[in-house]
């Protein structure tokens, strides 16, 4: 019996190490990991922003003009940026917006 278990332990290392030294060789070979599932998750990441920005500033506008009817709608302050922001063309918030 134990002569048994040594042949089959001794069996699993040369498998083992058989195995090892062939994908060692067999690597530099293998095709590279395909970068579309990665690049298919931020266009689309992407354009749920660019739709969430579009619904985001549509609601604005028509949540002004219910109270400014007929007037032309200030530019939108940004939700997520606290910082200082210059507008080139265009009329800017007051602060307290």
Do not use: C
Request: glycine share 6%; hydrophobic share 40%.
């Amino acid at each position: 019996m134990a002569s048994y278990l040594w042949r089959k332990y001794a069996d699993y290392l040369h498998t083992k190490w058989e195995r090892t030294l062939l994908w060692d060789m067999l690597e530099p070979y293998r095709r590279p990991k395909s970068f579309t599932p990665l690049v298919t998750i931020y266009v689309a990441a992407f354009y749920t922003g660019v739709i969430g920005a579009a619904i985001t500033e549509q609601l604005y506008k028509e949540e002004y003009w219910e109270d400014h009817p007929g007037e032309a709608v200030p530019l939108m302050k940004p939700k997520f940026y606290g910082g200082p922001w210059k507008v080139l063309r265009g009329d800017v918030l007051p602060p307290n917006q």
